[in-house]
């Protein structure tokens, strides 16, 4: 009896060594499936990561398209009134000296306002240039 005993305890304690064994064999092969998952999940990360940064490098370049069209628009809108004063300035010279109330120094004073105004269209067009060169 004390044979039987003791040969079903040794039993006991050899499966228990057994599954053990089993376990940490069963954890390896648990960590190298997680080292693969992980990975994998990595590569995703960084695949969402340069995916995100190319978005926002997207956004930012469209956003300074769009900036630099709203100055080339400005621009526009400035040379046009520009020519407008000028044209409202020549007007008004031409209709002071058919009337004939205008002096010398008048006529002159108009005179200079159109040519500052003729030098602004000037830089104002050198700089729309620029702006087009660069969109």
Known sequence: MKKV??????MFVSFAGVAQNDTT????????????????????????EAKA??????AAEQKKI????????????SI?????QIEKLKAQL????????????????KEDKIAKSQMKIMKEQEKLKKLNRKL
Request: aromatic letters at 2%; proline letters at 1%.
């Open 5 to 10: 005993f003791v040969l079903v305890v040794f």
């Open 53 to 58: 940064k190319k978005e926002k490098k997207e």
């Open 94 to 109: 031409e209709k002071g000296k058919v009337k004939g109330t205008l002096s010398p120094v008048d006529i002159q004073k």
């Open 66 to 77: 769009e900036k630099l069209q709203k100055q080339i628009k400005n621009k526009e809108k």
């Open 80 to 84: 046009s009134s520009e020519k407008k």
């Open 25 to 48: 064999e069963s954890s390896s092969e648990i960590t190298l499936e997680q080292e693969k998952e992980m990975e994998e999940v990595k590569k995703k990360v960084e695949k969402a």
